[in-house]
T-cell receptor, first 112, second 113 residues
Framework: DADVTQTPRNRITKTGKRIMLECSQT?????MYWYRQDPGLGLRLIYY???????NKGEISDGYSVSRQAQAKFSLSLESAIPNQTALYFC???????????FGPGTRLTVT | AQTVTQSQPEMSVQEAETVTLSCTYD???????LFWYKQPPSRQMILVIR??????QNATENRFSVNFQKAAKSFSLKISDSQLGDAAMYFC??????????FGGGTRLMVKP
C-alpha cells in the first residue's frame, strides 16, 4: 500500500462549489504539505503543518484553507472554486527539515 | 524570496548517452539543501538526489550525479548511460530554514531509442 494517499485522484467541479481534497499518510511523519503544480511553474507551496496544532501559509494560500485532523490526515479545501484553481495538487510528508519529502499520487482538479 | 530557475524547458538524449540538466538558484543563505525530483508520466514525484550546501563533495546516486557550484549558485544534474525509463519531468528544488521547498519550472527530458 502507498505511504501517502490522496482522494480523489481526479475531480471536475463547477465554479463556486466547495471542494475538499484529502491526504492520509502511514509514514508517521509530523510534517505535511500541500502543493499545486501548474505547467511551467513547477510546484508551489499552499500550506504546511508541522503538527496537529501548527498550520502555516505557504507561497499561494489565498483561496485555500486546510485542516489537520490528526497526525496522519491533512485536508485542503477550496471554499468557492474558480477556474484558475484548475491544477494538479500534491500532498507531501517529511519527518525533519531539509530531508526528502514523500509525495502522494496527486489530485487533478478541473474547475469549469 | 528564493527563486529557482531551470533554463531548459525540454532536453533530449540518445539512449546510453549522457545528459546534463541545468539549475540555478538565488539565495542569501549559506545553509540550505538542494534536490532533484523526477516526475514520470505517472505524475508521481520521486527524489533523485539531495545535496547539503555545507558539503563540498558532489552527491552521487548510481547513474545520477550533480555538479554543485555554491559560489555560482548552480546545481546541475548529470544522467549517465541514459535509459528509456529516465524520460520524465525533472524538477530542481531548494530548501532553507524558512521551511519552504521552492521548485523550478521543470525540464522535460526525452530519451530516444
Amino acid at each position: 500500500d502507498a505511504d501517502v494517499t490522496q482522494t480523489p485522484r481526479n475531480r471536475i467541479t463547477k465554479t463556486g462549489k466547495r471542494i475538499m481534497l484529502e491526504c492520509s499518510q502511514t509514514k508517521g511523519h509530523d510534517r505535511m504539505y500541500w502543493y499545486r503544480q501548474d505547467p511551467g511553474l513547477g510546484l508551489r507551496l499552499i500550506y504546511y503543518s508541522f503538527d496537529v496544532k501548527d498550520i502555516n501559509k505557504g507561497e499561494i494560500s489565498d483561496g485555500y484553507s486546510v485542516s489537520r485532523q490528526a497526525q496522519a490526515k491533512f485536508s485542503l479545501s477550496l471554499e468557492s472554486a474558480i477556474p484558475n484553481q484548475t491544477a494538479l495538487y500534491f500532498c507531501a510528508t517529511s519527518d525533519a527539515p531539509g530531508v526528502e519529502q514523500y509525495f502522494g499520487p496527486g489530485t487533478r482538479l478541473t474547475v469549469t | 524570496a528564493q527563486t529557482v530557475t531551470q533554463s531548459q524547458p525540454e532536453m533530449s538524449v540518445q539512449e546510453a548517452e549522457t545528459v546534463t540538466l541545468s539549475c540555478t538558484y538565488d539565495t542569501s543563505e549559506s545553509d540550505y539543501y538542494l534536490f532533484w525530483y523526477k516526475q514520470p508520466p505517472s505524475r508521481q514525484m520521486i527524489l533523485v538526489i539531495r545535496q547539503e550546501a555545507y558539503k563540498q563533495q558532489n552527491a552521487t546516486e548510481n547513474r545520477f550525479s550533480v555538479n554543485f557550484q555554491k559560489a555560482a549558485k548552480s546545481f546541475s544534474l548529470k544522467i549517465s548511460d541514459s535509459q528509456l525509463g529516465d524520460a520524465a519531468m525533472y524538477f530542481c528544488a531548494y530548501y532553507n530554514a524558512g521551511n519552504m521547498l521552492t521548485f523550478g519550472g521543470g525540464t522535460r527530458l526525452m530519451v530516444k531509442p
